[in-house]
């Protein structure tokens, strides 16, 4: 129960700092959102930099079953990767609205000076890792960091602009040149 | 002596909401870094959206400028467009600490749902329509658009890695990967 009430915290204050950021989120908000007793939230939090160490918690757990899953569903290094770039498909609404959920918070962090960026920035680590360990595998050699890197900024500049221009059409199209992008350097390797 | 203490205030607010965030900075804080009463203060802006406002239109005036500082510069459209890419390397200390000041601020107030992002965003439309133009005088045609809204992605994702890695090397290395995109395009156009 205990648990369970934790829990619910920390994937509404997830939501709520990506759909509104960090900063713009306050504590009480959180609680007023959740809808339980100062005292019990307290028993499970005592500040907001304490359950933004709690949403990167689930962040990097979700982010590690999402790579578990594309493991399984992808036969071929090629097919993962892609799995990869099909994210800002299927999360198109959410980034037309708010950015990714990754670099967003990174962006944010790092103007505040905040101490939790490095964790946070654990997520992008995660990706980076996967992502060249499948272009590895697809015998990239040597530039798959370099190609991990590239692709995610790829990424990340594409939910940018399209949060930006409020524009899902832009992601279908910079999806398609991703794709193209990347049988270019595949068939190269 | 009155427009210099408003252009004041509003040049400190614009470094202060590019380096802690718009929402991170109040309006008290502006005030204190100005350093005037706070009676001068509220004869220039009575609230922070107010300033917000006079930040954005100080940012397209400077984009502006440097725009036709390009135009002057670069003798073809190709080399105008690498005077765009070059920003990221003249800036590269600042956006490693705090990403691009056009993309963070659209992405700030997206998520704020504020009712600025529109006019926030011009500075990018400045930029896309600039860049189009560059496009089209080399000869891309349609694509023109497609192209600058690309260019203008790939910069911001390269800002935000950067930033989230605090990796000044990665912008080396991503700024020749986009000379040599650029190269390409116009060699096919």
């Known amino acids: 129960m205990n648990?369970?009430?934790?829990?619910?915290?920390?994937e509404r204050a997830d939501e709520l700092f990506y759909q509104q950021g960090f900063e713009h989120t306050s504590?009480?908000?959180?609680?007023?959102?959740?809808?339980?007793?100062?005292?019990?939230?307290?028993?499970?939090?005592?500040?907001?930099?304490?359950?933004?160490?709690?949403?990167?918690?689930?962040?990097?757990?979700?982010?590690?079953?999402m790579l578990?899953?594309?493991?399984?569903?992808?036969?071929?290094?090629?097919?993962?990767?892609?799995?990869f770039i099909q994210i800002l498909i299927r999360n198109m609404a959410k980034i037309t609205l708010y950015g990714c959920p990754v670099g967003t918070l990174t962006t944010e962090l790092a103007k505040l000076n905040h101490v939790?960026?490095?964790r946070a920035n654990e997520v992008f680590t995660l990706f980076r890792g996967w992502l060249t360990q499948q272009f590895e595998a697809q015998g990239c050699g040597d530039q798959s960091d370099e190609l991990a890197m590239h692709l995610l900024a790829r990424s990340q500049g594409i939910a940018t602009l399209a949060s930006a221009f409020q524009d899902e059409s832009f992601i279908h199209d910079e999806?398609?040149?991703?794709?193209?992008?990347?049988e270019q350097q595949l068939?190269?390797?």
Chains 1, 2 share one sequence.
């Open 116 to 118: 939790a960026l490095g």
């Open 27 to 65: 504590f009480a908000h959180i609680a007023k959102e959740v809808n339980i007793s100062r005292g019990n939230f307290y028993h499970h939090f005592k500040s907001k930099d304490q359950i933004l160490d709690a949403v990167i918690d689930l962040r990097l757990a979700n982010t590690q079953s």
């Open 175 to 182: 999806v398609k040149t991703l794709n193209q992008w990347l």
């Open 68 to 83: 578990d899953e594309w493991e399984l569903e992808g036969e071929t290094p090629d097919a993962r990767i892609r799995c």
């Open 187 to 189: 068939s190269n390797s």
């Open 3 to 10: 648990q369970s009430t934790r829990e619910l915290i920390v």
